[in-house]
């Protein structure tokens, strides 16, 4: 149980477009989701929290136009990239969350962008 | 600021020994600790979780919880080359009303020589 899927896993794109990424609970449905990010060697760096149908409380120093995100159901949260630059190429990884299971965070497997 | 600690390694352990893996923190209010393992290039999974002072078993797993010393460690028995992998202390400070947010620390690189 308590599994966490994201799409894709990993991403190319040129600098300037914008990406998506998904992040579903298969077996579990969120109250809350969490987006990290995590640069080469260093630990995980808490972007943002999301609980549904609700906006997202950003971290001190994350963009919040930038990084935008969408926790439309119980089972899915967003996050998409606008614009992206070089230096926005990181593994971004969420995580979800339910009082069910005493608000214990799952991982999903990670999104690895890289931005050209 | 709220922070977790814990000693970067590399611990190297030889294949069968104890790994003792250890993490301090500074929110005496914190209620929930979890233990993380992270390979390289993968996210990171669950291992343990912890809530009251004590030990808590689960194979060859033990966390160790210390609330008075804000203390909270780790033991692997029979350490396996498989454990190989970043270790990350995590502790939930309960944040804003919502009940799961964690402050990792930086973790803890093992590696277990066969």
């Known amino acids: 149980g308590a599994v966490v899927s994201q799409h894709p896993s990993w991403v190319i794109c040129k600098s300037g477009t914008s990406v998506k990424i998904e992040c579903r609970s298969l077996?579990?449905?969120?109250?809350?989701m969490f987006w990290y990010r995590q640069f080469p060697k260093q630990s995980l760096m808490l972007m943002a929290t999301?609980?549904?149908?609700?906006?997202?409380?950003?971290e001190q120093g994350v963009e919040k136009d930038k990084f935008l995100i969408n926790h439309a159901s119980l089972t899915l949260s967003t996050l998409t990239v606008t614009s992206a630059h070089p230096e926005d190429s990181s593994f971004y990884i969420c995580?979800?969350?339910?009082?069910?299971?005493?608000?214990?965070?799952?991982f999903g497997p990670g999104t690895r962008l890289l931005v050209l | 600021q709220k922070e977790v600690e814990q000693n970067s390694g590399p611990l190297s352990v030889p294949e069968g020994a104890i790994a003792s893996l250890n993490c301090t923190y500074s929110?005496?209010?914190?209620?929930?600790f979890f233990w993380y393992r992270q390979y390289s290039g993968k996210s990171p999974e669950l291992i343990m979780s912890i809530y009251s002072n004590g030990d808590k078993e689960d194979g060859r797993f033990t966390a160790q919880l210390n609330k008075a010393s804000q203390y909270v460690s780790l033991l692997i028995r029979d350490s396996q080359p498989s454990d190989s992998a970043t270790y990350l202390c995590a502790v939930n400070i309960g944040r804003g009303g919502s009940q799961g947010n964690l402050i990792f620390g930086k973790g803890t690189k093992l590696s277990v020589k066969p």
């Open positions: 999301s609980n549904e149908g609700s906006k997202a409380t950003y």
């Open positions: 929110d005496r209010g914190s209620q929930s």
């Open positions: 995580s979800a969350a339910t009082s069910t299971l005493q608000e214990t965070q799952y």
């Open positions: 077996d579990f449905q969120a109250t809350t």
